[in-house]
């Protein structure tokens, strides 16, 4: 800066007035001589030099410091070793060489001329450039640097005429900070202008000397990004009060109080992102996905011309659901939380709605459909559907998958022009954008095709791949995309949808531009196939039973398979987890279970289930299990009380866990025999009781609807057969009736068989085939053939001789009938073979205590003691170890290193699975081997290995189409032959589920589905030229990817109504673009979820935003008050468990799951069966006596003559009964006591008065429960 001032004395003696030179605009003026000097200069800034420096703010350049960053790197190196910091003799020389050099650099710097312009800019250098100038602080008021004295001011300056003087000018220090922030921006890497911490640093400083500065857009968007992933609390926090409290006048750098700094509240709000909450394609969030598609230098066009780009696409479909209410939206003067929104006309002219189409409307989920190229570097919704709980038909899907693959295959500038309302797509687009009927072109330059103007091959196939009629119009590159694949999970509508378009595609009844195929989401048929295997024992590899508790088991028991699977992929409550699926179907997992032999599961009571609704299978319910059979695809129990001496039948319904449920109640019986529907249970030296499990043994004849049935029957019972229906529906019912007076006659109890001859003491009974079984009695000592005929009323049995025991055999425990041998366990002796037809013997084992033998392969299973082996018949051979230690125990897990206490039955189920009752320990168990288990697990991670699902940063590298179709051919013949496999076995034709030990149809289905479906996407990728080389990656072909924005939206709100939802899902797709693109941040978050910036040439600020909606008209404060009172009154919504609550959540108050294991001492009493029977044969006085229980809540099923159906001529003589029965009554607060063969509390039935005979039945009109018992 020089300012050039004229001699005072010289100016004065010419024109009495004062002149000096301006350094900015070069313009010599003058002034009056009345002034000190320092007033004069204080007077000629203040009048003209502060304007004219305005007007020029181009800053003349001086070299005022020579290689000024080398001082500045010595500078800092000088502070550094100030502070002592490993100071040694350079770093004392490093100083003295500085101080020497810094006083050369000011006596140099006050020597120079400087320029008036350059007071305020002293900070300007040739190196450090215009923009850096901010970084230095500004000399203060020159004023202030001025003194009183001329002398002090002026010096000389070696000019002849001595009309020129120097301005003496003082420099601050700079400040360390600066001179840091100045070096970093010059070495342009960490720090730069383009960086988010520049411009930052760059919007607060502004912020401070003018409030209202204009922030920037990326300073506006990193803090839209904090308050998106900490809230608004944190956003606070960084900002500080600033003027808080303050009015508008106050707000002055001054009265500022700052954190770090940033711009407020409202600024933040009036630049946020919009959103909308009607349905449709938004417009915004897909022109980003074709601009960042169009301009991502990785993603190849399969098709690239002059006219024409596509680019192949994946869609996919997902839901999540919502919590149902109304809300008033105050941005748009809407209530929010209907299919359609409702505005203030509606409201007035519907005060109290119709409640049946609240209903109807009321919106319940929200489906997002997500698009992504199938290289995978790109993925984005793009369509929101929302949804009542009436949207979801086959019919509905079906418009909905076909309009929104038409949609996506509309080409980008037909987009553009796309007027939006609210930012949703019109429908009308697809009308407008349709792809020419004959391609003008041939899409692969085929010349005979555009010689014969007729489409080749390849132009039917890909007739989606020609551009659209606008273009063509236009003249322009028609930029589209053409979707391969939709995919989305399996729920019925869905389903329905996809058979549906499946059979118009076969039949060329769908668009010629759609080539779309439909793909049932990989993961979810996943999770589906991990439910069954959870949820049901499944019927697998050589007719094993496998279920997800029985891995449970093994690993509960097994140190190193708690090492390879982790709790949470075991106790099956997140269904929806793709990690546990992936955890459990790992090749170490497989390959471990393949090692294991036999292992033992409880099933009664279950061990792992500790909150589960039903309670009918928790420990100690059923603490004395005797006999049991397989009955169909469940299991029934003999279960023992020693107390009532009585014998409950269970029905235990193999599910995970097993559901038991009270049958009936009998006299004390020791064996049990299922043949067909019926259970057999002897009664030692009584005789042996029916259950029906299935219905009943009684005929009814109104049950028969079709006169095939009717006939049948008559035929089966000796009647005629000629007559209508209604004549052969009565004429079994007389023969019904006539049936139970003869049974009544003769007091025949029809609830226990009828022998023939009735001589037969049974001991021991045993199923020989389905219409037979084998009895031995000790008293007669013969064992018997019993063939078993239901005659309509009871079960009658017809008995002949087979052999009679031999000398030695005292008494026959247990027996079981293998090929035409009958091998029996004889007391004193051990178990002994007997051949059928020559009726010769054998001892193969010496034993003795209890033993329960059943058929097993081709030999027997025996349980003996507290252990179980197997044993082959053969005469050399040995009985082979299966399970048990040889101790009292209650363990489980390795068949190995099980225990057992007393095993009083044992039943096999196909010849492989082995069910034992332990009546010591009160437990049902079940032995089988895991080999099925693991081939299940194997096909099932197959399945997702074949779409490339792992774990996280666990890729395995691209799965190539090809090798993908092979490996699921191999899963679809899997789970078809295993299926097939238990139709067989059970012989039937009907579908199967899980009840009968298989997947469901569906999900079946859906398996094969897949396979058909990716088969013919390999067919077109492999032989159209068009996609020859186009780069498919499976991976990207499912929901996974709408999950995870359903998931990290529930960050947000974990059960959002529509308003919130709308709101949240809008800044989760703006925050998902940020982390693909580039902008001035780096969208780091976590060290495991840090997305690294995709190679795009277009920014952040270069893709459309969903902008902010107004209302149609603003509303009167009376106006927004009614419309919030009508979404309160009509809608608000209820607090609700979220599903994924009830599903992976335990109860409140669990504690830790290993604190449930059972520390309780085990039981020591053993029981006697065969003794507590012969005392209860005592007690009762007649066959077919019952005892009752102390107290009895369940209805106990009582077959008697007045239970039976019977025509109304003859319900006067059903009522009658024999003097000699009497009545018994159950009740709660009141004990029925048995003591010396008497019961207390009987009523005789000769002094209840005939008005009272509705008592023969089992209960009462009020509900009370009785017994019949006759006495001899």
Same mark, same amino acid.
């Given at each position: ?34 002034r ?6 204080s ?35 000088k ?19 500085f101080d020497? !050099?810094?006083?050369?650099? !000011? ?15 002293t $900070? ?5 450039g ?11 008021d020159?004023?202030?640097? *001025? ?21 003496? +000018? ?18 342009g890497?960490? =720090? ?32 839209e990004?904090l ?28 009265n ?29 969030w ?16 399969? #098709? ?7 680019? &192949? #696409?994946?869609?996919?479909?997902d ?33 109290n ?13 929200s %489906? ?5 190229t ?5 993925g ?13 038909? /086959? ?51 085929d ?23 606008e273009?063509?119009?236009t ?40 080539? =779309? ?11 589906s ?24 088991? *093994? ?22 987890? #793709?990690?546990s699926?992936?955890? +459990? ?8 279970l393949?090692t ?5 599961y409880s099933v009664?009571?279950d061990?792992?289930?500790i ?8 420990? /100690? ?6 006999g ?49 529907d ?20 009684v005929l009814k ?27 052969? $529906?009565?004429?079994?019912?007389t ?28 001991s ?46 005292k ?15 004889c ?28 058929? !097993?392969?081709?030999? @027997?299973?025996?349980? @003996?003691?507290n ?11 040995q009985c ?13 897990g ?11 039955g044992?039943?096999?189920?196909? /010849?492989?699975?082995i !069910?034992?009752t ?11 081997t895991?080999?099925g ?36 051919a191999?899963?679809?013949?899997? =789970? ?11 012989g039937?034709?009907?579908?199967t ?29 492999s032989? #159209? ?6 780069d ?5 072909m %499912? ?5 995870n924005?359903?998931?990290?939206g529930?960050?947000?709100?974990e059960?959002?109504?529509?308003l ?6 809008s ?10 693109? &580039?902008?001035?941040?780096?969208y ?43 979404a ?16 992976t ?6 504690l ?10 085990? &039981?020591?009493?053993?029981?006697e069966?065969?003794?507590s ?11 077919g006596?019952?005892?009752?229980s ?63 005979n ?6 009462? $009109?009020?509900?009370r ?8």
């Amino acid at each position: 800066m020089n300012a050039e001032l004229g001699d005072e004395g010289q100016a004065q003696h010419i024109d009495g007035r004062w002149t000096i030179k301006c350094g900015s605009c070069q313009k010599v003026l003058s002034s009056k001589t009345d002034r000190k000097p320092a007033t004069r200069v204080s007077y000629f800034i203040r009048t003209h030099y502060n304007s004219c420096e305005k007007k020029s703010r181009e800053v003349k350049q001086t070299n005022i410091q020579p290689t000024i960053d080398s001082k500045f790197n010595m500078l800092e190196k000088k502070s550094a070793v100030e502070a002592g910091v490993g100071r040694n003799e350079e770093d004392e020389a490093t100083i003295d060489t500085f101080d020497d !050099y810094a006083i050369d650099c !000011y006596s140099e710097m006050e020597n120079v001329d400087v320029n008036m312009a350059d007071i305020t800019e002293t $900070r300007a250098t040739t190196e450090l450039g215009v923009d850096d100038a901010e970084d230095w602080v500004p000399v203060e008021d020159v004023e202030a640097f *001025i003194s009183s004295d001329d002398e002090d001011i002026y010096q000389s300056m070696d000019d002849p005429d001595g009309d020129v003087r120097n301005l003496k +000018l003082q420099y601050e220090e700079i400040d360390p900070l600066c001179i840091r922030l100045h070096t970093l921006l010059s070495r342009g890497t960490a =720090f730069t202008r383009s960086g988010i911490l520049y411009k930052y640093l760059d919007d607060v400083s502004k912020s401070l000397i003018d409030p209202n500065h204009e922030w920037s857009a990326d300073t506006l968007s990193m803090f839209e990004t904090l308050k998106h992933l900490g809230g608004e609390r944190t956003v606070n926090f960084i900002v500080g009060p600033k003027w808080f409290g303050l009015s508008t006048g106050k707000m002055d750098p001054d009265n500022v109080k700052i954190n770090l700094g940033g711009p407020s509240k409202t600024t933040r709000e009036k630049h946020s992102q919009g959103y909308t909450t009607d349905s449709g394609f938004i417009k915004p969030w897909l022109t980003s996905f074709l601009a960042m598609e169009n301009n991502h230098m990785s993603i190849k066009p399969i #098709v690239e011309t002059k006219d024409v780009k596509v680019f &192949p #696409v994946y869609l996919c479909n997902d839901s999540t659901a919502l919590k149902a209410g109304l809300q008033f939206d105050d941005q748009k003067n809407e209530v929010v939380g209907l299919e359609q929104s409702v505005r203030l006309p509606y409201v007035k002219e519907n005060p109290n709605p119709d409640t049946d189409y609240l209903k109807k409307e009321m919106v319940s989920e929200s %489906n997002i459909t997500m698009v992504s190229t199938c290289d995978g570097n790109i993925g984005l919704p793009v369509s929101v559907k929302y949804k009542s709980k009436s949207g979801k038909s /086959g019919e509905e899907m079906e418009c909905q998958f076909i309009e929104e693959v038409k949609m996506m295959q509309c080409c980008m500038d037909c987009i553009k022009k796309g007027l939006s309302t609210n930012q949703i797509l019109p429908t009308n687009i697809i009308e407008k954008c349709v792809p020419s009927p004959l391609v003008e072109q041939c899409i692969m330059n085929d010349e005979e095709c555009m010689k014969k103007n007729k489409e080749c091959m390849n132009c039917k196939v890909a007739q989606c791949l020609s551009r659209c009629q606008e273009c063509i119009q236009t003249g322009k590159q028609c930029v589209k995309n053409v979707v391969m694949v939709y995919s989305t999970d399996c729920e019925s509508g869905n389903k329905k949808a996809f058979k549906t378009i499946i059979d118009k595609r076969d039949s060329g009844r769908l668009d010629k531009d759609l080539m =779309f195929g439909v793909m049932p989401d990989p993961p979810h048929v996943g999770k589906s196939l991990k439910c069954s295997f959870a949820n049901w024992p499944l019927i697998l590899t050589d007719h094993e039973r496998g279920f997800l508790a029985m891995i449970q088991n *093994i690993r509960q028991n097994d140190s190193k398979l708690q090492k390879m699977l982790p709790l949470e992929s075991v106790l099956n409550k997140d269904r929806m987890d #793709v990690l546990s699926v992936l955890q +459990l179907t790992s090749r170490d997992v497989v390959d471990y279970l393949r090692t294991l032999n036999h292992v033992v599961y409880s099933v009664v009571p279950d061990s792992f289930r500790i909150d589960y609704p039903r309670q009918s299978n928790k420990k /100690g319910l059923y603490p004395h299990p005797t006999g049991i059979d397989v009955a169909g695809s469940d299991l029934l129990v003999l279960e023992y009380r020693p107390d009532d001496f009585v014998t409950r039948l269970l029905k235990i319904r193999l599910k995970v866990p097993a559901e038991v449920s009270v049958l009936c109640e009998k006299p004390v019986c020791t064996s049990l025999v299922c043949v067909e529907d019926l259970a057999l249970m002897l009664q030692p030296s009584v005789g042996i009781h029916v259950h029906c499990f299935n219905g009943s043994v009684v005929l009814k004849p109104e049950k028969l609807r079709t006169k095939k049935d009717l006939t049948s029957k008559l035929q089966e019972y000796g009647l005629p057969t000629n007559g209508t229906v209604p004549h052969l $529906r009565n004429r079994l019912s007389t023969y019904i009736s006539r049936l139970q007076k003869k049974y009544t006659g003769m007091k025949s109890d029809i609830s226990m068989v009828q022998l023939q001859p009735d001589a037969i003491s049974p001991s021991c009974i045993s199923k020989m085939d389905s219409k037979s079984i084998i009895a031995s009695s000790d008293q007669s000592r013969k064992v018997f053939v019993v063939e078993l005929q239901l005659d309509g009323v009871t079960v009658v049995g017809s008995s002949s001789v087979l052999f009679s025991y031999e000398q030695d055999w005292k008494s026959i425990m247990s027996m079981c009938v293998v090929d035409c041998r009958l091998v029996h366990f004889c007391k004193g002796i051990g178990v002994v073979v007997t051949h059928l037809e020559t009726h010769t013997s054998t001892t193969i084992v010496r034993c003795d205590g209890q033993v329960c033998l059943y058929p !097993y392969k081709e030999g @027997i299973v025996l349980a @003996i003691g507290n252990q179980i082996f197997t044993h082959s018949l053969e005469p050399e051979s040995q009985c082979i170890l299966l399970a048990g230690t040889g101790e009292d125990g209650n363990d489980n897990g390795p068949a190995e290193k099980s225990s057992f206490g007393q095993l009083s039955g044992i039943c096999v189920e196909f /010849g492989k699975n082995i !069910y034992i009752t332990d009546s010591q320990m009160g437990t049902i168990k079940l032995i089988t081997t895991v080999t099925g288990s693991a081939e299940y697990l194997e096909n099932l991670g197959k399945l997702f290995d074949a779409f490339g699902i792992h774990e996280k940063h666990k890729r395995k590298g691209k799965k190539p189409i090809g090798e993908a179709v092979a490996i699921m051919a191999e899963v679809n013949h899997y =789970f078809e032959n295993t299926v097939n496999n238990v139709k067989s076995l059970k012989g039937t034709t009907r579908a199967t589920y899980g009840s009968d030990g298989t997947i469901s149809p569906q999900t079946l289905e859906s398996v094969g589905m897949m396979h058909k479906e990716l088969r013919r996407l390999h067919l077109i990728t492999s032989e #159209v030229q068009a996609f020859a080389g186009s780069d498919v990656d499976l991976t990207y072909m %499912n929901t996974l990817q709408v999950e995870n924005l359903h998931a990290t939206g529930h960050f947000k709100a974990e059960f959002p109504m529509m308003l919130e939802y709308s709101r949240n899902i809008s800044n989760t797709v703006k925050e998902s673009i940020k982390r693909a693109v &580039p902008w001035a941040a780096f969208y780091y978050t976590n060290r495991e979820s840090y997305y690294p910036v995709l190679n795009f040439t277009n920014r952040l600020s270069d893709l459309c935003v969903m902008p902010k909606q107004t209302p149609a008209r603003w509303l009167m404060s009376e106006e927004t008050a009614l419309m919030r009172d009508w979404a309160r009154l009509n809608g608000k919504s209820v607090r609700q468990q979220t599903v994924r609550q009830g599903t992976t959540k335990f109860r409140p108050g669990t504690l830790p799951l290993n604190l449930y294991k059972d520390c309780s001492p085990l &039981p020591t009493t053993k029981i006697e069966v065969m003794a507590s029977a012969r005392e209860a044969a005592v007690r009762g006085s007649k066959k077919g006596s019952h005892v009752v229980s102390k107290t009895r809540k369940k209805p106990i099923e009582v077959q008697d003559p007045s239970h039976m159906e019977h025509d109304e001529s003859d319900s006067e003589s059903e009522t009658e009964v024999s003097r000699n029965e009497q009545v018994y009554y159950d009740t709660d607060d009141e004990e029925t006591d048995v003591k010396d063969g008497t019961v207390d509390k009987l009523v005789e039935w000769s002094s209840v008065p005939k008005e009272l005979n509705f008592l023969t039945r089992t209960h009462t $009109r009020s509900g009370r429960q009785v017994r019949v018992k006759s006495f001899a």
